[in-house]
């Protein structure tokens, strides 16, 4: 499993070549859509992958720590780009929150993905596919409003088949969960996602 904590900044000389090697393979891919579409055989982008949000917590006590997971489903034949890709060039899969103020982000855990084997590639490539989770540990601070709070969530991708690949996108989506005063007892949801057991089986599997 990948975590994320911060971005650091590369050197703008490592940065030159791998912006440059993207653009040319984001061009690559859009030539490669518009012949496929032609023949109408490929998706919309945005249809590639089908999330969805939950919470570990309901309700979501002030002060306490507590889980989002976006659990993703993947068109059949297709993959995306790994959040830690094998290849600079690639596109990563990023989960991004727009935050309630009070609420703050300590860590994304990303799966490690897998190698697969393409024709438009010549080395293997690290991919999701099937389906993935990603899970986003939050702490609700004694500011956050009491009450019903939405979550927004944007996942960013690249979706290939074994032929092509289509344009980068974005899917957004939101969590909902109830804040409720320090003191309230928190009861935990969705135990098949978010147990112990759950994560040993995702990390596991990828």
């Given at each position: 499993m990948t975590k994320t904590f911060e971005n650091k900044s590369l050197p703008s000389q490592r940065r030159a070549p791998q912006f440059l090697a993207r653009i040319v393979f984001v061009v690559l891919a859009v030539f490669a859509v518009r012949a496929s579409a032609q023949n109408g055989d490929l998706p919309a982008a945005s249809s590639v992958i089908q999330p969805?949000?939950?919470v570990s917590l309901q309700p979501v006590p002030r002060g306490r720590a507590f889980e989002i997971a976006v659990v993703a489903k993947i068109s059949p034949g297709f993959h995306i780009n790994a959040h830690q890709p094998s290849e600079d060039y690639l596109i990563p899969t990023k989960i991004t929150a727009d935050l309630t103020p009070g609420?703050?982000?300590?860590?994304?855990?990303?799966?490690?993905?897998?190698m697969r084997a393409f024709r438009f590639s010549k080395t293997p490539l690290r991919v999701y596919e099937g389906s993935f989770t990603v899970k986003m540990k939050l702490r609700a601070n004694e500011s956050v409003p009491i009450g019903p709070q939405k979550l927004g969530l944007t996942v960013g991708y690249q979706a290939c088949n074994q032929d092509a690949?289509?344009?980068?996108t974005k899917v957004q989506l939101t969590a909902d969960l109830e804040i409720a005063a320090v003191d309230t007892p928190p009861h935990p949801v969705h135990p098949e996602i978010f147990s112990s057991a759950a994560t040993e089986k995702s990390s596991a599997q990828h």
């Open positions: 969805q949000a939950y609420v703050f982000l300590v860590e994304s855990t990303y799966p490690h993905g897998v690949c289509l344009p980068p």
